[in-house]
């Protein structure tokens, strides 16, 4: 079957990621990876039988400008921006897995439609927000979410010196997150990060304060979301269905725990995993609607 | 040498209210804090700035509400506020300086220092005296504290804490890690401890005797766990080791039983009684006088503490209870 073409811009613990996780793919093929130094991830990239230059976003765009419909920039924020100003005149559907955020926030499990792969680039929120606006729209659907708010635990060894340096970019991005493609009317992230040993997989405890707490509707709800939300991360399950915090108030509360499926990246970091898994799913329905194939 | 204490009642002790404290109560605890010569006083919700959550409560008063009362309420003390990374923002430090907080501390967990950059460096630019707060200090050996006590000062921290958040650390351990800092670092060290193994005080102390010049006190002990050091003990103790800290002591004493004690009352918070016995260490006297003394101050309507004191002063010994009356009378009769 006829594959799509993809690249990936920054070849980290991310970019390496993804070049698993898109040679398992059947709709994607990896044809070029650029990076701006040789590094482990370009040799990974060459081993694997695939172009890899350490002469960034030109490189590819000079070599592949016709043939890569779709690009995963896992550079930063900053890097980002320069390569959207090359990438965007190219036409080349850029997948910005940084905190940069020009395009629109896309969940797949909530927002993921034609509309959204006709954008010439889309963000992937964070990690957070990848694993925890899912059920904050499923239950505003049915009980009207008026604040929510997540805590988020990840393992110390799967926060990068990205993250660190800009908590607050994390922990607001993620709010907004919340509020926009969660739609509740206001909203808080909380992120804690966890040093215990062995590392502790990524943890999200999911509050939504309802006007309606049908929980029948409620639980059925989540327990539809999860199932979306398995069928591009498999390693996302319950550690507590959707309780009322305190049967006489208005808090839901639920525990979502994330898996990775242990890749490049080890097992704990699932906050890696689900973003990775996230974009991967949009990728796979671009390459669907370029090809054709329903 | 002389000691700054910071009183964290109205932050660490928010815990023990369920962070009910109101804009009343704040302004007269921060009154007498104040005028019993407290200069840092911290004040929010326990988990700090934007800590009001469904994971840890709802605060009863806004942060902003909070630190203004206070601010406006100390003639003398600067206001603290505490941020968390990860909960509190670089924005809501901002909404804290302009209430009036002049003072932060930045906590992490003991690892993970850098998460704190961004939040030292801003403070710093608004013009915080900026403390970095490592909690969790148990949770990793001398050289590992070090090792993220010195990220905090390259960031601009100008003193940084190791905060035995669990109450878990021995005197030793404590030692350990102030003398590290102390001997490495070029900015102050500072040390807040939890009684959880009834060791507050100890280590505060061992701590002083290691190099920390800032410790952590909150009246009564208020805090969470087993609380904090209780400041008046503390204050007591650094007197009677010749410390300076420039807190006068029946001041932070009435502050803890004439302010604190009723509005945590009414909140269904009651404080462990042990003023009266400080009061027998701290004169130096037989302990069985304690009660004696207590009837005695009601029967001439006197101060406890100036019997206490004054029994002190006479060298009186085990067995001459009935120089209590004797004192108390003669206290009643020179008013």
Excluded at chain 1, 46 to 70: E, F, T
Excluded at chain 1, 229 to 257: A, F, H, N, T, W
Excluded at chain 2, 96 to 120: K, L, N, P
Excluded at chain 2, 162 to 187: F, H, W, Y
Aim: proline share 4%; hydrophobic share 40%.
């Amino acid at each position: 079957m006829e594959k799509v073409k993809v690249g990936i811009i920054g070849p980290g613990n991310i970019g390496q990621d993804l070049m698993i996780k898109i040679s398992r793919n059947p709709f994607l093929e990896l044809t070029c990876v650029v990076g701006i130094v040789e590094s482990p991830g370009i040799k990974r990239a060459r081993d694997m039988g695939v172009d890899a230059s350490p002469d960034g976003v030109d490189y590819l765009i000079q070599h592949y400008k016709d043939d890569i419909r779709i690009v995963f920039d896992a550079t930063s924020a900053k890097g980002h921006i320069e390569n959207a100003k090359r990438l965007r005149p190219a036409g080349i559907f850029t997948l910005d897995l940084t905190p940069a955020a020009l395009g629109p926030f896309c969940v797949p499990a909530v927002n993921l439609n034609d509309d959204m792969l006709k954008q010439p680039e889309v963000n992937m929120v964070t990690c957070a927000g990848q694993a925890t606006t899912p059920m904050v729209a499923a239950i505003n659907r049915v009980a009207d979410v008026y604040y929510a708010e997540t805590v988020s635990s990840l393992a110390s060894l799967s926060a990068g010196p990205g993250t660190r340096a800009n908590i607050d970019e994390f922990t607001q991005t993620t709010r907004t997150a919340l509020e926009k493609i969660g739609g509740a009317d206001c909203a808080r992230a909380l992120i804690i990060l966890n040093p215990a040993e062995p590392s502790i997989f990524m943890s999200n405890t999911i509050y939504c304060r309802v006007r309606n707490k049908d929980m029948d509707a409620i639980t059925k709800a989540c327990d539809d979301c999860l199932r979306t939300m398995q069928s591009y991360v498999p390693g996302c399950r319950y550690k507590m269905r959707p309780i009322l915090k305190d049967p006489e108030d208005d808090i839901v509360m639920l525990i979502v725990e994330v898996e990775g499926q242990g890749d490049y990246l080890p097992m704990y970091a699932g906050n890696l995993d689900i973003i990775n898994a996230a974009a991967i799913r949009i990728a796979e329905n671009k390459a669907k609607e370029i090809l054709g194939v329903a | 040498m002389s000691i700054i204490i910071t009183d964290t009642t109205l932050r660490d002790g928010s815990h023990s209210v369920r962070h009910q404290f109101s804009k009343e109560n704040i302004a007269s605890l921060v009154s007498g804090m104040d005028k019993a010569g407290v200069s840092i006083i911290e004040v929010g919700h326990g988990d700090g700035l934007a800590g009001s959550t469904c994971n840890y409560g709802f605060t009863k008063e806004s942060d902003t509400d909070m630190v203004q009362v206070a601010a406006q309420t100390a003639q003398n003390a600067r206001i603290a506020v505490l941020l968390l990374p990860g909960i509190g923002t670089v924005p809501d430090l901002q909404k804290a300086w302009d209430a009036g907080a002049r003072v932060v501390r930045i906590a992490t967990h003991v690892t993970e220092a850098d998460i704190s950059h961004e939040h030292i460096e801003a403070a710093r630019k608004m013009g915080f005296f900026t403390i970095g707060f490592l909690m969790m200090a148990h949770r990793a050996q001398p050289e590992k504290v070090l090792e993220e006590a010195r990220k905090m000062e390259s960031y601009g921290a100008q003193v940084v804490y190791a905060t035995d958040s669990a109450g878990a650390l021995l005197p030793d351990g404590v030692r350990q890690r102030v003398a590290l800092l102390k001997e490495k670092l070029s900015i102050p060290v500072g040390f807040h401890s939890h009684n959880n193994l009834g060791l507050a005080i100890g280590n505060s102390l061992a701590a002083i005797e290691a190099g920390a010049t800032y410790i952590d006190g909150s009246l009564g002990g208020l805090g969470a766990g087993a609380g904090n050091t209780a400041t008046e003990m503390l204050t007591t103790v650094l007197e009677r080791a010749n410390i300076p800290t420039g807190i006068d002591l029946f001041g932070i004493m009435d502050t803890a039983t004439q302010v604190l004690q009723p509005i945590i009352s009414s909140l269904g918070v009651t404080l462990p009684k042990t003023q009266d016995a400080m009061m027998l260490g701290y004169a130096g006297v037989y302990s069985s006088f304690m009660l004696h003394a207590r009837r005695a101050a009601e029967r001439f309507g006197v101060d406890y503490r100036k019997i206490i004191i004054t029994a002190g002063e006479r060298g009186a010994v085990g067995g001459q209870e009935d120089w209590l009356y004797r004192i108390a009378r003669e206290i009643a009769e020179s008013k």
